[in-house]
Every structure is written in structure tokens, then in C-alpha cells.
């Protein structure tokens, strides 16, 4: 399989203890049109907006916005998508690619965003003393693959050890967290190495073989991309090949460039739940 299209249906509910008077909210789940995904139809519904204003921010990730402007203690957000996948069509890794080459003036001016590191994405001195013993004697493509590797084998996947604030470091002393916690100390590691390195966030499709017709429960993902001449994608958390399986919502330079849904509401103080669902399901 290396073409697919889904229907994801992404559910956000929000109940406040007592009403709130206003809200306003960014929601970031429109997959990316881009060489290897056609987004055919996306559509966003919340009961309790007044208005509605799609624009792409200055990421390149397409954002909706909208108000409810009555007061309300509870927010339901919906969005559905059918987007189609061409795995054969994303960027392999290159075999080899020169350090000289990320050393450039023209590289460093163009990219500089993606090679500072913030509190959230910096590695901590122990974890960035295994980097250099992994990365030994390898050229830039090679490590960047090592770095993948050396997350993905130190790790371990905990659903609910972190928060979205989370930081690298933090997770790192863990030695667990989920896949944005991956991705921050992957990114990190990669700019500290002088690779260029983003954050993607999207879905991925829990079965190897997805079935079509078969709607399956899955959840928000998270991986990287490489600069080694274009950019190039490493899923740390699964070591697996970023194919048809993810789709591609938007890229920053961490998770809080391209937070799913977030916002701010008017009024007294309110203690917030959250669920969220997400459905994926395989059309062809």
C-alpha cells in the first residue's frame, strides 16, 4: 500500500463548571495540500460560533478561527477531513550528505528558525553526551538517522506521563512521554547538532494495513523533518518510514507553533475538561 485516502473526524469537547461569557479559538486540523497530499474537503463545525475565518499562518499551516459569543458552559468542536496520501511520492533520506553544506551563511540566514533551540526543545548535557558518542565519524544524513534511533531506544512510550508543556529535559530525566516528547528531543538534539529540524504534527494510522471501510479510534501525532537539502521526515517514536500511514497537518518549531485547538475565554474563571476522539477512517 502506498496511496490512500481517509475520513478523519476530530472531536474536541469542552465543559466549563460555570459559564463562560465569550470565547475566542485557533484550530489547526486542516491536513496540508503539499506534493504527496491532496486535501479534498475539510470542514469545521461548532455549534456555538458566531462567525467563522480561515487564513495560513506564518508557518504555512492553515488555521480556522472562530467566536461563540453566548455565553455557554460547554463547546463542542468537530472537524472532518478526506484527504489522499501518496507514500511513494515523499522525499527519501539521502544516502550521504556533506556537514559543509549545513554550514553555508545562505543555510544558516534561511533556516536560522529551525536551528536555535527554545526551553521546550533543549536537550539536557546527558542526553546530548550520547548524541556525540552516536553520531561519531558519521556524515549529516547518517546522524540524523542516529539521533532518531538513539530517542526511539532510550525512550519509552507512556501515554499520560507528559502534558503539552512538557519540556525535553523533562521528559528526557523520565526517560518516557509520548510522541510530542519524542519529536521535542529529536528536534533539539538535530539543532544542536547544526541540522536544521522542525516539528510536524498530524495523524498517523494505527494499523500497519489499514482496511477500507473499517473506521478505526486513533490519536493527534507527532514527528520530525530534516533540512539535508529539502526536508526530510523521521517518525522517532514508531522508527518507522513516514509514508501513507501520516498525514500531514502543519509544521513549527515546536508543539506550541501548531497546538491543534486553542483559545481563550471571557469571563469568571472556569475549570476546564477536555475530551478529545479521534476516528480514521481508510475510503480506498
Not at 186 to 204: C, D, E, K, N, Q
Not at 273 to 284: G, H, N, Q
Request: proline fraction near 5%; glycine fraction near 6%; charged fraction near 20%.
Amino acid at each position: 500500500m502506498m496511496t490512500a485516502r481517509y475520513r478523519i473526524e476530530h472531536t474536541s469537547s469542552y465543559r466549563y463548571d460555570q459559564a463562560v461569557t465569550a470565547s475566542f479559538n485557533e484550530v489547526r486540523l486542516t491536513p496540508a495540500a503539499l506534493p504527496w497530499q491532496n486535501a479534498l474537503e475539510s470542514t469545521l463545525r461548532a455549534d456555538q460560533a458566531t462567525w467563522q475565518y480561515r487564513y495560513v499562518d506564518y508557518w504555512g499551516t492553515q488555521v480556522r478561527v472562530f467566536e461563540a459569543q453566548q455565553p455557554h458552559r460547554e463547546l463542542v468542536v468537530a472537524t472532518s477531513s478526506t484527504v489522499e496520501v501518496d507514500g511513494s511520492r515523499r522525499a527519501r533520506l539521502p544516502d550521504s550528505f556533506d556537514w559543509e553544506l549545513l554550514r553555508t551563511e545562505a543555510v544558516r540566514d534561511e533556516l536560522a528558525e529551525y536551528l536555535a533551540n527554545s526551553p521546550t526543545t533543549s536537550p539536557p548535557e546527558e542526553f546530548l553526551g550520547l548524541v556525540g558518542e552516536a553520531v561519531a565519524g558519521l556524515d549529516a544524513s547518517g546522524a540524523a538517522e542516529a539521533v532518531v534511533r538513539l530517542v526511539n531506544e532510550s525512550m519509552t512510550y507512556l501515554p499520560g506521563s507528559t502534558g503539552v508543556q512538557t519540556l525535553a529535559a523533562e521528559a528526557w530525566a523520565e526517560r518516557s512521554g509520548v510522541c510530542q516528547d519524542y519529536a521535542h528531543l529529536t528536534v533539539g538534539a538535530l539543532r544542536h547538532l547544526g541540522i536544521p529540524a522542525r516539528y510536524v504534527s498530524g495523524y498517523l494510522h494505527p494499523s500497519a494495513e489499514p482496511m477500507v471501510g473499517e473506521t478505526v479510534q486513533a490519536e493527534s501525532h507527532a514527528w520530525v523533518q530534516s533540512w539535508l537539502g529539502q526536508w526530510y521526515d523521521h517518525d522517532p517514536t514508531n522508527l518507522s518510514e513516514v509514508l501513507e500511514r501520516h498525514v500531514q497537518i502543519g509544521t513549527g518549531r515546536e508543539y506550541g507553533d501548531v497546538t491543534p485547538l486553542k483559545g481563550i475565554v471571557a469571563g469568571s474563571p472556569a475549570t476546564t475538561d477536555l475530551d478529545v476522539s479521534v476516528a480514521i477512517t481508510r475510503l480506498a
